[in-house]
């Protein structure tokens, strides 16, 4: 009789620490929820947050979520190479080269020029850049500051005098820059610097 006892007892300690586990962790389930997804906020830090809309995509949370789900992580064009090397690497995917189709190649790379002696210094087009590339002030002329700036053309439709154009960038020596053949480097398609011989 008293084994037995022992057992009940024994068993009824058992399912009170169950439970008591049980409650703690319920608690903590509740207490210590994390909202969203992390890797949606990991991904997001990567981005360059000028929710220029180039990926195709309302902003740069959008795309996040998107990549979080299993979407190309090359769509990024203000990020450009960096940002796909860090979120090939934040989820273990190969490198892929910038989709031409959501950017520019450095071939046929676009930037804004402004017609300074049209533009009226509204600062429409400064409020419009997600890259702070426009310089200039109220009443005042503007410029962009090209190699700030990424062709997203975000500028252009608000221009109230149409003064902005989209122009290719023109490959001079200082700006052509050689890339490494695949597998040669320890990244696809990264640079490797030349070393004089000589």
């Known amino acids: 009789m008293d084994i037995l006892f022992d057992n009940i007892t024994a068993l009824g300690s058992l399912t009170a620490i169950a439970l008591g586990f049980g409650a703690l962790l319920g608690f ?3 207490k210590f929820k994390v909202e969203g997804n992390p890797i949606v906020d990991q991904i997001d830090a990567l981005l360059p947050q000028t ?5 195709g995509h309302p902003g740069c949370r959008p795309y996040a979520e998107s990549v979080a789900e299993g979407e190309e992580i090359n769509k990024c064009v203000p990020g450009g190479d960096d940002t796909i090397h860090a979120l090939a690497d934040l989820l273990g995917r190969d490198f ?3 989709d031409e189709e959501h950017g520019a190649t450095p071939e046929s790379k676009m930037v804004a020029v402004i017609r300074e002696d049209e533009c009226i210094g509204c600062t429409k087009c400064i409020q419009a850049c997600p890259m702070d590339a426009i310089l200039g002030a109220a009443k005042q002329m503007h410029t962009v500051i090209s190699d700030e700036c990424t062709g997203c053309d ?3 439709e608000p ?3 149409d003064c902005i154009d989209m122009v290719p960038v023109t490959v001079t020596l200082q700006t052509w820059h050689w890339t490494a053949p695949k597998g040669i480097g320890s990244r696809p398609g990264e640079l490797i610097p030349v070393r004089n011989i000589a």
């Open 96 to 98: 892929v080269p910038l």
């Open 28 to 30: 903590a389930a509740v």
């Open 51 to 55: 929710q220029c809309g180039q990926c």
């Open 159 to 161: 221009c109230p005098v």
């Open 154 to 156: 975000l500028c252009v």
